[in-house]
């Protein structure tokens, strides 16, 4: 419970940090006015994710070659390296996840029709220091 209500507080925290008020002379037809700062905080998040999850796979890969080294038996730290294996390739995955996405959406047939609104979000998320 006590994660939960600091989980909430520092997304308050962020929301009131990062959000700028919208103002209708700041106002141009674009499909993300009003929305960049949700764009911030998701391109935070991402960046953070970025930068968390090699370091847990590093911690879990460590912690899991010590347990089947000190274990002794040699099926143990094939186990381990399968693992860890596969850990890395989740990582690798969720580490070029805007990319894939990216490619995904090339491949949709009306693409051209939304590509540029798109870009326009897509930037606040992946450069969050370009966001205007």
């Not at 847990?56 to 002794?72: E, P, Q, W």
């Not at 186990?79 to 860890?84: M, R, S, V």
């Amino acid at each position: 419970m006590k994660k939960i209500k600091f989980i909430m507080s520092l997304i308050i925290l962020i929301t009131i940090i990062i959000i700028n008020p919208v103002f209708a002379d700041n106002y141009t037809k674009s499909y993300c006015v009003g929305f960049n700062g949700v764009f911030r905080i998701i391109g935070e998040i991402v960046n953070i994710i970025k930068i968390v999850v090699p370091l847990i796979i590093i911690g879990l890969a460590t912690s899991d070659m010590f347990k089947s080294v000190t274990s002794g038996k040699d099926d143990s730290i094939f186990k381990a390296l399968k693992g860890i294996a596969s850990r890395i390739i989740l990582g690798v995955l969720i580490f070029f996840l805007p990319s894939i996405l990216d490619f995904g959406f090339s491949l949709i047939d009306e693409w051209s029709n939304y590509e540029l609104g798109y870009q326009e979000c897509a930037s606040c998320i992946l450069n969050v220091s370009e966001c205007r």
